[in-house]
């Protein structure tokens, strides 16, 4: 994958990308060629069969308590990039990589993923909530792509988002008492927030779904006969970071981190409308002390890496 700019557009028509800055998000029908819909559906049956293996959850998948090996019931494949060959091409070099690199520009910065199941017959409702307070960031440029892996219809719990609510408040995600993390806006917050307007996002498989980190946005029960596999992987501005220490930051993978599209790490971020120089990215090594960074280069190159 070659790298490109923000004017050289690889998947996405000018008007989609228009679409998602006015809105918060964007719906392509049919935008996974029918070759990569078959490898990402045969990529999450295998793990549909490694759970009928479990009798509960483990770190890679999390399975609905009525789950059983006759009748597997998943809810979740954790970081599906880090466990398929498929899946971490598709994200990181193929389609939602490129799509990332059309909305963000080059190069951006792969973030996490993820791979909900939403099992038939009453898979779970993912109630009202915004994704940028789960990991905080120091912008809000983060957006995830998803792929239905099956055709999507409105029995099936598709996913809802209400137009423009990416630039509005950004609403708090502890039980009314701020004693518990529900991941859900408040009750008493729901009124404020015109979900009626909220528009449902159905498409046959092979449609993707993007939406901004700070766009409202739910989802019902899925109550037909059929599973509804929803492939989700997010990416951020290339200068755009996860602020460790809160959230799910901490947690998103190997590859999180990893820059798409080309070009060198950014060498500045900008926090509370303040811009600094920063420091390379030391977290995987490289760094040993203050003293030996301030020494002269040339009788101490060590300092260099990054």
Not at 31 to 41: F, H, P
Not at 193 to 214: F, K, Q, R, W
Not at 227 to 243: E, F, G, I, K, M
Request: charged letters at 20%.
């Amino acid at each position: 994958m070659t790298a490109t700019t923000k004017n050289e557009l690889q998947v996405l028509t000018p008007e989609q990308v228009q679409s998602y800055h006015e809105r918060g998000y964007v719906l392509i029908d049919g935008a996974v060629s029918d070759a990569w819909l078959r490898r990402l559906q045969t990529a999450s049956d295998e793990f549909v069969a490694e759970s009928r293996t479990l009798k509960a959850s483990n770190k890679k998948l999390d399975l609905d308590p009525a789950h059983t090996a006759d009748d597997p019931r998943l809810r979740r494949l954790t970081s599906p990039v880090e466990h398929h060959p498929s899946f971490a091409e598709f994200t990181l070099q193929g389609p939602a990589a490129q799509i990332a690199l059309d909305l963000l520009g080059s190069p951006a910065r792969y973030h996490h993923s993820k791979l909900n199941y939403k099992w038939s017959g009453g898979g779970e409702a993912v109630e009202w909530h915004q994704d940028i307070q789960y990991w905080p960031h120091t912008d809000f440029t983060p957006l995830t792509i998803g792929v239905y892996l099956n055709d999507v219809d409105d029995k099936m719990g598709p996913m809802g988002i209400v137009p423009g609510s990416h630039t509005g408040e950004l609403y708090n995600l502890y039980a009314d008492d701020d004693s518990t993390w529900t991941g859900s806006i408040r009750t008493t917050d729901l009124p404020q927030i015109n979900l009626d307007s909220a528009e449902y996002l159905t498409g046959p498989a092979g449609s993707i779904t993007v939406h901004n980190c700070g766009c409202v946005h739910g989802s019902t029960p899925n109550n037909s006969g059929r599973v509804r596999p929803l492939l989700l992987q997010t990416y951020s501005a290339h200068d755009s970071y996860p602020l460790l220490g809160v959230g799910a930051n901490g947690a998103t993978g190997r590859a999180s981190g990893m820059l798409i599209g080309g070009g060198d790490p950014a060498r500045s971020l900008t926090v509370g409308g303040r811009t600094m120089p920063a420091a390379p990215d030391w977290s995987r090594g490289g760094y040993t002390t203050i003293f030996d960074v301030q020494q002269d280069p040339k009788e101490n190159p060590t300092h260099l890496r990054t």
